[in-house]
């Protein structure tokens, strides 16, 4: 069923994207930061990639799922390499959140019952009937996007039926949407993208011909020209959670590029990065790329207690005002940041 390959270009994707979500939510913890005005972009594309990543380690580390047994080895694998960490995550998050409202108060009542849709993944499922933690709404959506691929691998991983399984199953969690209200919003903005890395994988993009090498190149030109077309109507596209607000077709279409373009262009650069990169330097890439996980799931609670312990220490009270402290701290150790956004403007 599966076969061992890593490729260091993953490895250099997943740390560029954890880097970009963290950029993304610091001015939420200090908001006099400039970068705050980039953050849906950030997000987004942090976000993209990740996805993106996931489809293609799935595609290469997974040739089929030919019976029962290939399907609960497929299940088990995945089981362990996410849950004890989100476990202990889920915990955290409703204890300093919910009980002693570290600088986040969330209301997560009834807890019983939340906690258990949580530790079950099933938020992404359920929502938006039920409100998914920020942050873990996300390991949600990757148990869908986990469950989809199942199905896609029983159904057979040629091109052409990767992608009628997979437009079928869009159809499917679109009519759950319509006619039962579940489905997290957020699993139909990175689908494609999930898939394009599936695709990506399979195809073989990892080890390019010219040709694909100038369809990577071209992504890259994509996303920095549709991200520029997309500033002027991000308000009519994100919503405050930074969902799809529905008020612009156009806008939603320019993000879709912008998801997909950023994705495929960040494996045209990894790849370029890991064919020049030293012994040592792919050493320090693969150790951040393993953490990577683990520093989605904690990067809130590590934010949120060094915001919070700033402020104490500053004595800073009141509204906005009261992360005025820590954003002092954290734009005297972001200098270059601010720079490079002082010198990029739209």
């Not at 896609?152 to 437009?167: D, E, F, K, N, P």
């Not at 890991?274 to 040592?280: C, G, L, N, Q, V």
């Not at 005025?324 to 002082?342: A, D």
Request: with cysteine; proline share 3%.
């Amino acid at each position: 069923m599966a076969r061992k390959q890593r490729l260091m270009e993953l490895d250099i994707l997943r740390v560029w994207a954890i880097l970009l979500i963290v950029l993304a939510h610091v001015p939420g913890y200090a908001p006099d930061l400039e970068i705050g005005r980039f953050a849906i972009y950030l997000v987004t594309a942090g976000l993209s990639i990740f996805m993106f990543v996931s489809g293609y380690a799935l595609r290469l580390s997974n040739d089929r799922l030919a019976g029962l047994g290939d399907v609960v080895a497929f299940v088990r694998k995945r089981l362990l390499r996410i849950y004890p960490l989100y476990a202990l995550a889920l915990l955290l998050f409703v204890v300093l959140f919910q009980y002693v409202g570290i600088y986040h108060r969330i209301d997560f009542a009834p807890v019983p019952w939340n906690a258990l849709i949580h530790l079950f993944g099933l938020q992404g499922l359920l929502a938006p009937r039920i409100e998914p933690l920020f942050t873990l709404w996300f390991i949600g959506v990757l148990m869908l996007y986990y469950a989809a691929y199942g199905v896609i691998a029983a159904c057979g991983l040629t091109t052409s039926r990767i992608v009628a399984t997979s437009l079928l199953l869009l159809c499917l969690f679109a009519g759950l949407r319509y006619f039962a209200g579940v489905i997290d919003n957020r699993f139909f903005l990175y689908y494609p993208v999930f898939i394009a890395g599936i695709l990506a994988g399979q195809v073989g993009l990892a080890r390019p011909s010219g040709a694909m090498w100038a369809l990577m190149a071209a992504a890259a030109v994509a996303a920095v020209c549709s991200g520029a077309a997309l500033w002027p109507v991000r308000d009519l596209v994100y919503d405050d959670k930074g969902l799809l607000a529905g008020r612009s077709l156009e806008g939603e279409a320019l993000r879709l590029v912008f998801s997909l373009s950023t994705a495929v262009g960040a494996l045209w650069l990894s790849r370029a990065w890991a064919r020049r990169m030293s012994p040592t330097c792919g050493k320090a890439v693969l150790a951040l790329s393993v953490a990577s996980y683990a520093a989605y799931l904690y990067h809130r609670i590590i934010l949120a207690m060094l915001a919070s312990f700033m402020n104490r220490v500053l004595d800073v009270r009141g509204g906005a005002s009261r992360q005025r402290g820590y954003s002092w701290w954290v734009s005297r150790s972001s200098s270059l940041s601010r720079i490079f956004c002082s010198t990029v403007r739209f």
